[in-house]
């Protein structure tokens, strides 16, 4: 069975990253969520939520990083792939960076990207609407909305 794992902040999860999911799940058997932690980035939403509430999508299945690293995680868990959604070539730079040292810690995970349908919407485009109490519903799916209010 091809496992894959989706690792990112998702704070908040967007309909982009869904789209990416999607992508994934036509490719591999099984495509866990994972919300792992950027140092360099302070948690917005509650975490633990963030998981009930992407779990709550249908079909989707969302787990959080309990510690230590996403390549540490996927050698524990017997995956090998590591899904990444590329917006542009920025996206792209920042990845291989990060898809770099995650092979230097696990030889055997492969980083696979697939292009996101939109390079607009982005976790803190949210932020920033949910700050000005803007309406940001198209851009993410009802059950993270629920989570915002
Ligand atoms: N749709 C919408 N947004 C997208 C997107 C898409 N298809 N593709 C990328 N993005 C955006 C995200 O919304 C996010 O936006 P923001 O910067 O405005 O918040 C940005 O691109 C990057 O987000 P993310 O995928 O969450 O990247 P990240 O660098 O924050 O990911 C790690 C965090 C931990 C997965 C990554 O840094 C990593 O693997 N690091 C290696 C070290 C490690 O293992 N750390 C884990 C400790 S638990």
Redesign the pocket.
């Known amino acids: 069975m091809n496992k894959a794992l989706y690792?990112?902040?998702?704070?908040p999860f967007?309909n982009?990253?869904l789209?990416?999911y999607n992508q994934a799940k036509e490719i591999f058997d099984e495509v866990t969520i994972l919300i792992?932690?950027?140092p360099k980035?302070k948690k917005y939403f509650s975490e633990s939520k963030m998981v009930d509430a992407i779990q709550s999508i249908p079909n989707v299945d969302c787990v959080a990083?309990d510690s230590?690293?996403?390549?540490d995680y996927c050698k524990e868990h017997g995956i090998k792939y590591l899904v990444r959604?590329l917006?542009n070539t920025s996206?792209y730079l920042y990845e291989e960076e990060?898809a770099k040292?995650?092979q230097e810690i696990y030889a055997e995970l492969r980083t696979i990207y697939f292009r996101?349908d939109?390079d607009v919407?982005?976790?803190?485009?949210i932020r920033i609407l949910y700050e000005r109490d803007r309406d940001f519903s198209k851009y993410i799916p009802n059950e993270i909305l629920e989570i915002t209010h």
């Open positions: 690792a990112g902040s998702f704070d967007t982009g990253h789209f990416i792992a932690t950027n980035k990083c230590g690293l996403v390549a959604g917006r996206d990060i040292v995650n996101a939109n919407i982005s976790s803190s485009l």
